[in-house]
């Protein structure tokens, strides 16, 4: 056995037990080189998760907003306020965030909506268009 | 702490001078009196550099005070030079004086009933609030289109979001462009019918003009951010009728009483900020006056080509005509805006270094000019117009603009400017 082959060696053998080790020789002897090389490579990774399609479209709907994503769920919550009643007061981290919260007390249409009713509200107070009088 | 003061006085004040020296003396606090090696007629300028030097600036009102040129000439070099002003009533002045026009009356100091401890104490508070209080930049170049606006907007949002330094910013230029830039046309005109622009600031009477009580809730916030800075970031913007003090369309006497008024929303200002910024119009105008004169610092953004240049070699003439006396490079940041920027150079040399290499060698801005670069104005300026900034703050390069680089520079350079504008 040549030094590289005893340290390729070791580094196999690195915090295995002898029992470990025993099995792990029998597996080699008894699996062929194909199968061994196949197990070895990364198993693909989890496609994912599905984000939550209401955030998706929140998150479109609000992008006109020049703001971070915790200062635009913000003028969410301050809208929804101004809509609704009894609306808890709380600091969203992000939009993510901000629809979790809400949806204990509202409807998906009624979040969709005042995300619509904001940006409406914001073309009409915000827009920098300038006009020639 | 020892903060040099100017005494101005006539011969009838003398004592009454005499025992604020000696309370400011005791306090640590160098008093100069006004007397015959600074009020010389035979050498032009020793006044106006004895005035200057000093941090602040005390004059003892009186009758005999109201009727002496030189007392008057020191106030009026004391206002061109941005000093802090401590005005202290020793009697009661004639009422057709210019001191009523020109003094804030409700911050005098009242000694008409003679230097009693009392009155010394309120003096020596009134000169170490002045001492404290923020700094005073104009942004200004006699040229137009060198970045000014931009730059201000940029360099000074910089230093509030990395430094949290406190910024308010005064829109002095009729073009109002400091104003359109952070604020949109909704909320430029809900301010504007509502008062609260710099024109009702300077205007002393008529329907926009405002009480000086109400200077201080002018200023409309430009960080809403929640609980996450609460230095404060604020603009008093501007419109378009402070043309009427450009084309010359108001009296001498409302120019004076402008004066004035500016001068109060100034200190009012530094006692709550730690810069006040002003964004002065080009050209020399009475409006660059009240820029000039109550800055402590001016920030003066060259472009690299020659017309920028001029403009600069101007700004110094300027400066020097309001100051009414020579001025110091220290006095000036000279910013040279689009380092590295070569888009227009067509020579096939490096148009920037050239610029740098010529203002380095100029026996006075030499001096003035800014080790650290700033991003090309013209890059900062690109807000995006589908866009709404409900927090303006959020139009400004370090919250829009995601490059590393251009943060840092701005950052820097800020920083450095507010150093050389504290020293």
């Not at chain 1, 915090?15 to 062929?32: H, Q, Y």
């Not at chain 2, 005070?65 to 061109?80: C, P, Y």
């Not at chain 2, 001191?99 to 000694?111: G, K, P, Q, S, W």
């Amino acid at each position: 056995m040549t030094p590289a082959q005893k340290k390729a060696l070791k580094a196999l053998a690195k915090s295995r037990t002898p029992a470990e080790l025993r099995g792990l020789f029998a597996l080699i002897r008894k699996e062929s080189d194909t199968s061994l090389l196949k197990a070895l490579k990364d198993a693909p990774k989890p496609k994912a998760a599905a984000g939550d399609p209401l955030v998706k479209e929140i998150t479109k709907t609000l992008a006109p907003i020049l703001a971070p994503a915790a200062e635009k769920a913000d003028l969410l919550v301050e809208h929804m306020g101004s809509l609704h009643k009894n609306v808890p007061a709380f600091e969203p981290k992000g939009i993510a965030d901000a629809v979790k919260k809400l949806r204990a007390r509202f409807k998906d249409s009624e979040i969709r909506a005042a995300a619509a009713s904001l940006i409406a509200k914001l073309k009409k107070d915000f827009s920098t268009r300038e006009t020639v009088s | 702490m020892t903060t040099a003061t100017y005494l101005a006085f006539e011969q009838a004040d003398e004592a009454a001078a005499r025992e604020i020296a000696n309370a400011l003396d005791r306090r640590g606090i160098s008093a100069r009196l006004a007397g015959a090696d600074a009020r010389r007629a035979d050498v032009p300028g020793a006044l106006a550099q004895a005035v200057s030097e000093a941090r602040a600036f005390v004059a003892l009102l009186s009758p005999a005070a109201a009727q002496s040129d030189w007392v008057r000439r020191e106030f009026m070099l004391a206002l061109n030079n941005g000093r802090a002003i401590v005005p202290v009533l020793t009697a009661d002045i004639p009422a057709d004086s210019w001191m009523n026009l020109a003094i804030d009356r409700e911050h005098f100091v009242d000694m008409r009933g003679g230097p009693t401890p009392s009155a010394l104490n309120a003096v020596i508070g009134s000169i170490e609030a002045a001492a404290s209080k923020g700094r005073v930049i104009a942004m200004l170049n006699i040229k137009g289109g060198v970045g000014k606006t931009v730059l201000a907007a940029n360099l000074f949002a910089a230093a509030h979001l990395a430094d949290s330094r406190s910024i308010a910013f005064i829109d002095l230029d009729p073009q109002h462009n400091l104003t359109q830039y952070f604020l949109p046309p909704a909320e430029r005109n809900r301010v504007r019918s509502e008062n609260m622009t710099i024109y009702s600031v300077l205007a002393p009477r008529g329907p926009a003009s405002i009480d000086r009580s109400a200077f201080a809730g002018i200023a409309a916030p430009l960080n809403r951010s929640k609980g996450k800075n609460k230095a404060r970031f604020e603009l008093i913007a501007g419109d378009e009728r402070l043309f009427e003090y450009t084309l010359d369309s108001r009296s001498e006497r409302d120019k004076i009483e402008a004066f004035a008024r500016f001068q109060a929303l100034i200190t009012m200002l530094r006692s709550r900020v730690d810069a006040v910024v002003i964004d002065a119009n080009p050209c020399a105008t009475f409006l660059t006056r009240l820029a000039i004169s109550a800055a402590d610092h001016i920030v003066a953004p060259v472009r690299p080509e020659k017309y920028s240049l001029t403009g600069l070699n101007m700004l110094e003439h300027v400066v020097a005509e309001i100051r009414g006396r020579p001025i110091r490079p220290e006095e000036f940041s000279v910013v040279l805006n689009g380092v590295n920027d070569r888009v227009g150079s067509r020579t096939g040399e490096d148009a920037d270094t050239l610029t740098r290499q010529e203002i380095m060698l100029a026996p006075f801005f030499g001096g003035a000019l800014l080790n650290e670069a700033v991003p090309y104005s013209a890059a900062l300026k690109a807000t995006p117009s589908d866009k709404y900034a409900v927090n303006p703050i959020n139009v400004t390069a370090m919250m829009r603009v995601a490059s590393r680089q251009v943060k840092t520079q701005l950052v820097g350079a800020a920083a450095s400017i507010l150093r050389r504008a504290e020293k």
